[in-house]
């Protein structure tokens, strides 16, 4: 069984179910949270354990946001907690709750999702979002360590700038039109080219031997 989480059914239905052949859908169970609720984590877990039993296979932790371009100087608690709560206190709160499950599963994977921000320090307005970014793919890496001998590879898929509803919500044309100019391959990124990079180091047969990795996929707009 597949389980995919949104916020709404609504917004499963419009970007995740549609298109999907029945026999794939007959595969996925659709939940809903909200992961920017401080206990959003623990909540989402109880769900998903009550969906799937004891045994996970795979973990993709995808929900962030930047809560807008905020100047460093005028950072508000409530900003500072939008970014933290879902960013990072949700990610860890939610794993370290399905990692008994990941432990039974045995040859288990954890993908993260960091940012090129977290490497580069994001531009003009997102130090608290670039910054959560760099807890996640320094988290990364030591879970991976400390998970390896549990057989769980941990892993996290850095995508530049991608054209998704983040960068349309928080970037202007001019700024995305600029970005597009300066990479090398001449474009924005899209969903699609994000995708591969999880499902590769989702699969133990594709990447069994990939662990504590932060993949980049931008291209080119960052190389490391």
């Given at each position: 069984?597949?389980?995919h989480?949104?916020?709404?059914?609504?917004?499963?239905e419009?970007?995740?179910?549609a298109?999907?052949?029945?026999?794939?859908?007959a595969?996925?169970?659709?939940?809903?949270?909200?992961?920017?609720?401080?206990?959003?984590?623990?909540?989402?877990?109880?769900?998903?354990?009550?969906?799937?039993?004891?045994?996970?296979?795979?973990?993709?932790?995808?929900?962030?946001?930047?809560?807008?371009?905020v100047?460093?100087?005028?950072?508000?608690?409530a900003?500072y907690?939008?970014?933290?709560?879902l960013?990072?206190?949700?990610?860890?709160?939610?794993?370290t709750?399905?990692l008994?499950?990941?432990?039974a599963a045995?040859?288990?994977?954890?993908?993260?999702?960091?940012?090129?921000?977290?490497?580069?320090?994001?531009?003009?307005?997102?130090?608290?979002?670039?910054?959560?970014?760099?807890?996640?793919?320094?988290?990364?890496?030591?879970?991976?360590?400390?998970?390896?001998?549990?057989?769980i590879?941990?892993?996290?898929?850095?995508?530049?700038?991608?054209?998704?509803?983040?960068?349309?919500?928080?970037?202007?044309?001019e700024?995305?039109?600029?970005?597009?100019?300066?990479?090398?391959l001449?474009?924005?990124?899209t969903?699609?080219?994000?995708?591969p990079?999880?499902?590769?180091?989702a699969?133990?047969?594709l990447?069994?031997?990939?662990?504590?990795?932060?993949?980049?996929?931008?291209g080119?707009?960052?190389?490391?």
């Open positions: 069984m597949v389980a989480v949104g916020r709404t059914l609504e917004h499963a419009n970007d995740l179910l298109g999907l052949p029945d026999a794939q859908r595969r996925l169970t659709v939940l809903t949270g909200d992961l920017a609720q401080p206990d959003g984590g623990e909540t989402l877990a109880r769900a998903i354990l009550a969906e799937v039993g004891d045994r996970i296979d795979v973990l993709v932790n995808n929900a962030g946001t930047m809560g807008g371009r100047a460093a100087d005028e950072v508000t608690q900003q907690d939008q970014v933290v709560d960013n990072v206190r949700s990610v860890v709160t939610l794993t709750a399905l008994p499950a990941l432990k045995k040859e288990a994977s954890i993908v993260n999702t960091s940012s090129i921000s977290a490497t580069i320090g994001g531009s003009a307005g997102s130090s608290l979002y670039s910054a959560s970014k760099a807890f996640i793919s320094t988290w990364t890496r030591a879970l991976a360590r400390e998970l390896a001998p549990d057989h590879r941990v892993n996290a898929v850095s995508p530049g700038t991608i054209m998704t509803d983040f960068h349309r919500r928080y970037s202007t044309q700024k995305l039109d600029a970005t597009a100019a300066s990479i090398p001449k474009r924005l990124g969903a699609e080219d994000c995708a990079a999880y499902l590769f180091l699969s133990p047969v990447s069994g031997y990939v662990t504590g990795q932060v993949i980049e996929v931008n080119g707009q960052f190389m490391g």
